[in-house]
């Protein structure tokens, strides 16, 4: 079982920066991909940012330019940079692992609010 944790949420400005963390319990190494995800209320839970075991990086077409995911495998953390943020980015954000290639596991998410 993978426990990860959230922090870095808040409330930003239109045009501001924040930078989410997520902690993992165990070595990022043993992870196959690690994510962020954020879902709107009455919304569904949409794919933001994605890093594989290999380094590889996959974004939604809405962030790219916008947002990096990173990793410090010495912290067990993932990280979500995120830049240029707007109105259209407030939503709670959710970690996500995926592990032995079989297993999800979350988060239970961090706030991010974007005034305009």
């Known amino acids: 079982q993978v426990q990860l944790q959230e922090s870095g949420g808040g409330l930003v400005q239109t045009g501001g920066s924040l930078r989410l963390s997520c902690a993992a319990s165990?070595?990022?190494?043993?992870?196959?991909?690690l994510g962020w995800f954020r879902q709107t209320p009455g919304g569904r839970r949409e794919l933001v940012a994605r890093?594989?075991?290999?380094?590889?990086?996959l974004y939604a077409d809405s962030v790219k330019d916008r947002f990096t995911i990173s990793t410090d495998n010495a912290m067990r953390t993932v990280y979500l940079q995120m830049n240029k943020l707007t109105p259209e980015d407030t939503a709670l954000y959710f970690c996500?692992?995926?592990?032995?290639?079989?297993?999800?596991?979350w988060g239970q998410g961090t706030q991010v609010s974007v005034s305009s």
């Open positions: 996500n692992a995926l592990y032995r290639s079989t297993f999800n596991f």
């Open positions: 165990l070595p990022i190494s043993s992870i196959n991909t």
């Open positions: 890093i594989f075991s290999g380094g590889g990086t």
